[in-house]
């Protein structure tokens, strides 16, 4: 009789254990079924506004800044080889009367990436100029650029590219892209819009014969130093005779350089941006963290240059820059902005209504709330 029970709880502990097993093998199979299922990601960012241009008209607006959803994913292809994606679509969370889903999409791109030979990718990205000198006006919430003083002058857009990346060479990245326009393609080209009220950086389709604009970079990075160096080749179109009084027609090459330095809880950086018969822009920015908490200061210029002088003498714009920011959570942080902008009679509005900026002042404030929940 013991014997019989000794031999029937062996067999029942034995039968436990191989379940145990088994479930464990099946929620370790999950695990790593999960792990390699796609990381969806996504952000709404709502902002409050006043702008006030002086002698002129102000304006409060409540608006979406930019809310997102997304897309990412990558996998071994080989030892030390590794495939990814991205896809990232843009929507507007302030109004639903005027909302259509996803409208737009912000990046798009597939590529793979290797310790030994860096990383290569296809699609819409931010661009590699774009990446290692536009550093100041893509920190801010709401960009100053509204103001007209932080656009660089580059005008490659950032579809149709492939770009590339080297591994670090002792704290020394190169960086490399081409865009790639068919025969009779329309090309995308951003450029400053002097023709509102304000000056904004707006894109325009522009059609041409097959090009092949390129970028290159050199970023160098040691202890607390970021050194960096770009061009932009600008030929994103063959037609540049079609209107010669627009400056952003010319393909003279766009130059940039910055330097970033980081002391603990400081971070200083200053850039400098050129383009032949455009505009020269550069500017300072200092970013402090305490905490959950950030603040930044910065000070922008542009000055037109050559053909692109203005005939009302608005050649000179410069801005101030500044921001608190609290991280209320690791997914949720809010914000305070100021923008005061000034220079030669820079910002145009219409005095009488009637749609013309007739009028022009040399000062406009713009201040800024918001929020932005991100996972």
């Known amino acids: 009789m013991k014997k ?3 031999a029937s709880a062996i067999a029942a502990i034995s039968f436990s254990g191989a379940v145990a097993a088994q479930v464990t093998m099946s929620a370790s199979e999950m695990a790593a079924k999960m792990d390699s299922m796609p990381q969806v990601y996504g952000n709404i960012q709502l902002m409050t506004t006043y702008d006030d241009v002086k002698d002129g008209p102000n304006s409060t607006d409540f608006a979406d800044n930019g809310s997102t959803i997304g897309v990412k994913h990558e996998h071994l292809i080989a030892p030390g080889i590794t495939g990814f994606f991205k896809a990232e679509l843009e929507f507007d969370a302030d109004d639903k009367a005027s909302q259509i889903g ?4 912000d990046e798009a791109y597939i590529g793979v990436k290797g310790d030994s030979f860096g990383q290569i990718w296809v699609g819409s990205d931010d661009s590699t100029y774009e990446s ?3 550093e100041i006006v893509n920190f801010w919430e709401v960009a100053t650029l509204n103001l007209g003083a932080s656009e660089g002058g580059y005008t490659t857009g950032e579809g149709d590219l492939v770009q590339y990346m080297t ?3 002792g ?5 490399a892209a081409v865009q790639i326009n068919g025969d009779g393609e329309e090309t995308t080209q951003q450029f400053i819009d002097n023709s509102g009220a304000v000056p904004v950086l707006a894109e325009r389709t522009v059609s041409g014969d097959k090009s092949y604009p390129y970028q290159l970079s050199a970023v160098y990075a040691v202890d607390a130093l970021e050194l960096a160096f770009a061009m932009d080749s600008n030929d994103g179109s063959t037609g540049y005779s079609d209107n010669a009084a627009d400056p952003v027609n010319n393909n003279e090459n766009t130059y940039g350089v910055r330097a970033s330095y980081n002391m603990d809880s400081l971070r200083v950086t200053g850039q ?8 020269d822009t550069y500017g300072l920015m200092g970013v402090y963290t305490l905490g959950q908490n950030q603040f930044a200061l910065s000070y922008e210029v542009r000055e037109l240059d050559g053909t692109n002088k203005s005939t009302t003498g608005d050649d000179t714009t410069d801005t101030i820059s500044i921001q608190a920011l609290r991280n209320l959570s690791d997914n949720l942080y809010v914000y305070v902005e100021g923008y005061i902008g000034g220079g030669d009679d820079v910002y145009g509005y219409d005095s009488n209504g009637d749609g013309d900026a007739d009028a022009r002042s040399d000062e406009r404030t713009v201040a800024a709330i918001g929020a932005t929940y991100y996972f």
């Open 167 to 169: 591994p670090s060479f």
């Open 4 to 6: 019989t029970l000794i």
């Open 132 to 134: 290692a000198v536009d």
């Open 272 to 279: 400098f941006q050129t383009r032949k018969d455009y505009a």
């Open 171 to 175: 704290g020394l990245t190169l960086g």
């Open 102 to 105: 996803l409208e737009q999409f």
